[in-house]
């Protein structure tokens, strides 16, 4: 009798810390690629008949649109559940809302609060869960930072990184994906509300095996000293609401404003949005001509179509 092909193992996107280095380069050079083939004549269905579920626990506008249309785009089908369609936890159990919906769709993307319970969902899933982002980890938001970065800069290896502001969900993940791209990583943020030591460790991991650095102060004037991309993000993640006025308090000094840009020299500017304006970033840095915020906007899609190839094509 025929032996059996081994099924292969599960494979999930839910954090760039659990990203080798070879896939993170895998991932940008066929984004890349497939922004190109979508740009010449448009992307090959190679996802017909494929269904992706968006189960998502908190608002979004990039994340939701830009998978919605990518599944479009090659082929298959996108399927949103809101918030309070599903009460995830509340209604039913996360492990049984995994396991039924694996039974319809081809993937999931789940945006969701804890880490936790993401790492719970996709334990009980059977097929590929995508993380839309959770407190730890953006990692779709970081794989579309990298494709922007190479587009603008060329490729990667020794090129300066400066993040400014919170050390946040997108701060993880992106400091992780530029470190194993080889770039040298400046995060500057207030001494209380910096990346984790894991993070730090991890990205330093990365970083050293390439020759680079990365280094946290608690100065922004200091952190973007020969930067050739100023990066940040809200200094108020959705679910800390709450915590918004002391917060307000801890990052004044930290905005990204045209004295800060300037002590770069030639920096470009990114954002992952949404942004306000006048808090975290001036209204004339987010819309001048350094910023490249609308190409990061657009190449979530094309970064996550890498994201549905490989794991879905
Ligand atoms: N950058 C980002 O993830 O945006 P949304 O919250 O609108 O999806
Ligand atoms: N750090 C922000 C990113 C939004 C895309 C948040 O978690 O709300």
Redo the contacts with the bound molecule.
Sequence with gaps: MPRRAPRPALEHLLAIADLPIDEMRAYTALGLDLKREFRSGGNRPVLAGRVLALLFERPSLRTRVSFEVAMHQLGGKALYLAPHEVELGKRESVGDVARVTSRYVDAMVLRTGAHSRLLEFAAAATVPVING?S?AE?PC?ALADILTMWEHRGALEGLRLAYIGDG???CASLIMAAAKMGMHVTVGSPRTYAPSDEIIAAARRDATRCGRQVTLVHDPAEAVRGADVIYT??WV??GQEREATERRAAFAGFQVNRALVDLAGDAVVMH???AHRGEEIEAEVLDGPGSIVLDQAENRMHAQKAVLHRLLA
């Design positions: 982002l407190e953006h938001q946040n969900n997108v993000d809200v993640s959705m992952c949005l949404p």
